[in-house]
């Protein structure tokens, strides 16, 4: 069954557009049946990046965040960061930003160690 | 660093952490010269919120000097003195840009988790829970502050921390939750909770212009203090059916506005309600203690509106629904947007309009901290706000 993931971002669409390409791996290329459209009320732009929902596979590795869906999703908000803040945002606890396959493995809210 | 840690149910530890780095490139460093305990804190530190892991830095409300900023911060230099604000906020989402600073689409890394138990998430916030980012926080000698561009209000007179440092978060808290009332001439508002939100409710119902406002509490230290301070009515719950109370007061029709300053963790008058919420709550069959909410729906006049800056983590039970729909009340809530208050009300901090040290008993050092979360807790010794300073 195919889904959407979805993400308005505060940014006007030639932006989006010029900027996909680069900043997020994850994300897939735009020519992939990834969808853009200027927000209503000048809320920016939606984003719409249809996916398989697939079955039992997806479903166990739901379970460690790898699936395609929090994936993509991750994947949105981190390029959203970027876009609208200029950085991926970090914490102590996910210093690799948004990312639910590292949730298992949360660091304590704590500075992290010197390298 | 030493730093206070969320070490189990019940159990806080100052313990030697290391200092906090610049991660992105709009963050500061800020030394803590003051910081204190808040009342949500205590639903952290009696095991209500599952997120919360051990070595997790707490406390969100701080200020003091900043020591390091990143090559995006262009606003404050080292030296300058802060107060930061509890939410975390981008400053450039469509949340921020409308002023709701505490839904901030960006700040929460862990906002999947987030958004399986809320539905969407909010913002990231200081030392609350890997459900609200994982951000270590501000009972600490030194705290990594994001978006330091967006949040940190610089406080450039002389007044003492005391006066100040609660611009971080239950001043601003206690003002929305009146001004989420649309209080009007003639208004009576009604407050659930005497604590030190409750106060500032009440005091802040005072400044908007209610022409009463009613301290509903059971500890008579705190009536008192609301009594003394904001000229509040008083009602003891525990002695007086509150209901009644407020009817006399108002001749009938109910307050105008009520305001749960209360929150998940409330305590009911009505021992048979008691003793039913925290059993389901010990039973993780409800995840709140919903009475404060309840009682302020029900007395509300037909058509008021109740105002909620009392924190909630999850599911009530025996929401008064019927009463809610039928009679028009509005319902408006929601986690202070403090970046959206802090210069106002630091504005009439400097002109004297009000000195928020009022709400300050207990002065500790940091590394008492554990016993600063007993005694607030328990609200031993007259006890109503602990400020700790490293």
């Not at chain 2, 030392?127 to 610089?154: C, N, T, W």
Request: proline share 7%; glycine share 10%; charged share 25%.
């Amino acid at each position: 069954m195919t889904r959407i993931a979805a993400i308005t971002i505060n940014r006007p669409e030639d932006e989006v557009r010029r900027r996909w390409p680069g900043v997020e791996p994850k994300l897939p290329p735009l020519h992939g049946g990834v969808r853009l459209h200027p927000a209503p009320g000048g809320r920016g732009t939606e984003v719409r990046i249809p996916y398989e929902q697939g079955g039992i596979a997806q479903r166990l590795l739901a379970v460690t965040g790898r699936d395609r869906r929090r994936v993509l999703e991750d994947a949105l908000r981190r390029f959203k960061q970027v876009l609208e803040t200029g950085q991926v945002v970090r914490s102590e606890a996910s210093p690799q930003g948004t990312d639910a396959a590292r949730q298992r493995r949360r660091h304590p809210a704590r500075p992290v160690q010197a390298p | 660093m030493r730093a206070n840690c969320w070490m189990g149910r019940n159990t806080v530890e100052v313990r030697e952490v290391p200092d906090p780095k610049i991660l992105n490139d709009r963050d500061a460093v800020v030394r803590v010269t003051s910081t204190a305990i808040c009342g949500s804190d205590l639903h952290l530190y009696d095991g209500y919120i599952s997120a919360v892991r051990r070595g997790d830095i707490l406390g969100h409300e701080f200020m003091g000097e900043v020591v390091e900023t990143g090559p995006g911060v262009g606003n404050l230099s080292v030296g300058d003195r802060v107060v930061v604000p509890f939410p975390i906020a981008c400053g450039a989402c469509t949340s921020c840009t409308a002023g709701r600073y505490a839904l901030c689409e960006n700040t929460n890394p862990n906002a999947g988790m987030a958004e399986k138990l809320f539905g969407h998430s909010p913002a990231g916030v200081f030392g609350y829970s890997h459900l609200l980012g994982g951000y270590p926080g501000g009972q600490a000698e030194y705290v990594r502050v994001p978006f330091a561009d967006v949040g940190p209000v610089k406080i450039e007179s002389d007044l003492p921390d005391e006066k100040v440092l609660f611009l971080s978060d239950i001043f601003p808290t206690g003002y929305m939750g009146a001004e989420m009332c649309d209080i009007t001439p003639g208004d009576v508002v009604a407050v659930w909770g005497a604590g030190p939100v409750g106060q500032f409710a009440i005091a802040s119902a005072r400044l908007l212009g209610a022409e009463k406002v009613v301290a509903i509490d059971r500890f008579d230290y705190r009536l008192a203090m609301a009594a003394d301070r904001s000229g509040a009515l008083t009602v003891n719950y525990e002695e007086t059916d509150v209901q009644d109370a407020l009817r006399d007061i108002t001749a009938g029709r109910g307050p105008d506005a009520c305001i749960d300053a209360v929150g998940m963790e409330a305590h009911s008058g009505f021992a048979p309600l008691h003793v039913y919420d925290r059993v389901k709550q010990a039973a993780r069959l409800q995840t709140e203690r919903g009475s404060a909410l309840r009682q302020a729906i029900m007395s509300c006049r037909n058509g008021g509106t109740v105002s909620v800056v009392g924190v909630y983590g999850g599911f009530m039970d025996k929401f008064p629904v019927g009463s809610w729909m039928n009679r028009s009340i509005t319902l408006r809530t929601g986690q202070c947007h403090v970046q959206r208050y802090t210069r106002d009300l630091l504005e009439r901090v400097e002109r004297g309009e009000i000195d928020p040290s009022f709400v300050v008993t207990h002065r500790l050092p940091l590394d008492r901290a554990p016993e600063g979360y007993e005694t607030f807790k328990h609200k031993q010794d007259d006890c109503v706000k602990v400020v700790l300073s490293p």
